[in-house]
């Protein structure tokens, strides 16, 4: 079992920048992936970056060159550098980890308005 408690949401205005951190707890060190995933009311819960324990990274498309994601390896956990953020980046913001199966975090909200 693990279990991922999420931080650093908030306001921000177009063009600003936000840190989200993720810590887990439990099983840690069975942890092979971890992640962001957001979702808007009404559409399907989104990729937005994820990292291997090896250090590969993936990221949704709109948000490359402007987030970037890392892990302590060692403590699980995530971070999300979210920079030149835009309205559209509007979202909860959810943490994933995989081990045999997907935990989820609870969600941090994201709103990006001026």
């Known amino acids: 079992q693990v279990q991922l408690v999420e931080s650093g949401g908030g306001l921000v205005q177009p063009g600003g920048s936000l840190r989200l951190s993720c810590a887990a707890s439990?099983?840690?060190?069975?942890?092979?992936?971890m992640g962001w995933y957001r979702q808007v009311p009404g559409r399907e819960r989104e990729l937005v970056a994820r990292?291997?324990?090896?250090?590969?990274?993936n990221y949704l498309d709109s948000v490359k060159g402007r987030f970037t994601i890392s892990m302590d390896n060692a403590k699980k956990t995530v971070n999300l550098q979210m920079n030149s953020l835009k309205p559209e980046d509007t979202a909860v913001y959810y943490c994933?980890?995989?081990?045999?199966?997907?935990?989820w975090g609870k969600g941090t909200l994201v709103t990006v308005s001026s």
């Open positions: 439990g099983s840690i060190f069975s942890i092979l992936v």
């Open positions: 990292i291997t324990n090896g250090g590969n990274t």
């Open positions: 994933n980890a995989y081990l045999s199966k997907d935990y």
